[in-house]
């Protein structure tokens, strides 16, 4: 697949098949494109734990779907009023919810994990990481809500207690189908040379 299609058609795809597996050979290749992202100063610093076995991920599935309930409960509390963006929130709310459900249920469960607090030298290599998928026909969805309960994930993964577990990200087949993610109009968060001026 042509990167640009693969990075124009990578989105949350939060519906997975529970039935079909995810090969360790296609695993192997979503480690290694992600692998090959940059690091501050070539550092290296990140770890990928890559769950399969199905009691852990059904522990991890509760842990999400215990952090996600505060966290919707927010998104009702404000509804935007603009009808359209309304419809919008409630559509993803509604995938998001599903996947909340059935977090412990993708087939893989995959965690990046540093000691260190650097961010930046880790979602390019998540990037990497969903952007590979989808060339395989992979669906992933990037979600952090997992992170309330850290020391909680820690544990069900033996991880040291200075360890940080970025993100959760659940791979799989998807059920839907993929679409071009819906983003802003490109011109308008685009500025040339100083702030606000457009072109
Ligand atoms: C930093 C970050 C954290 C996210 N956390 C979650 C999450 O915890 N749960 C979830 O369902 N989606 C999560 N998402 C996915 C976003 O909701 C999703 O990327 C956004 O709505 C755009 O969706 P689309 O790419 O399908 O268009 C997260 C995305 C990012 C970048």
């Known amino acids: 697949m042509d990167v640009f299609e693969a990075i124009r058609t990578t989105r949350a795809m939060r519906r997975l098949d529970p039935t079909v597996p995810v090969t360790d050979e296609q695993l192997w290749t979503i480690l290694g494109a992600a692998h090959c992202a940059p690091s501050g100063g070539n550092a290296q610093w990140l ?48 995938s998001a919810d599903h996947l909340a459900e059935h977090m412990g249920e993708a087939p893989v469960l995959i965690v990046p994990v540093t000691t260190v607090d650097e961010p930046s030298s880790v979602f390019p290599a998540v990037q990497n990481l969903m952007l ?21 994930v820690r544990e069900v993964l033996g991880l040291p207690p200075d360890a940080i577990t970025w993100a959760l990200i659940p791979v799989g087949v998807p059920t839907g189908r993929w679409g071009e993610a819906r983003r802003r109009p490109l011109e308008s968060v685009v500025y040339w040379d100083t702030w606000e001026a457009t072109r």
């Open 132 to 152: 590979a998928a989808r060339a395989l026909g992979l669906g992933t969805t990037l979600t952090t809500t997992h992170r309330h309960a850290a020391d909680e």
């Open 47 to 94: 770890r990928w734990v890559v769950v399969t076995d199905a009691e852990r991920r059904a522990r991890l599935g509760e842990i999400y779907r215990a952090c996600w309930a505060p966290v919707r409960r927010r998104y009702d509390d404000r509804v935007p009023t603009d009808p359209e963006a309304a419809e919008k929130q409630a559509r993803m709310l509604r």
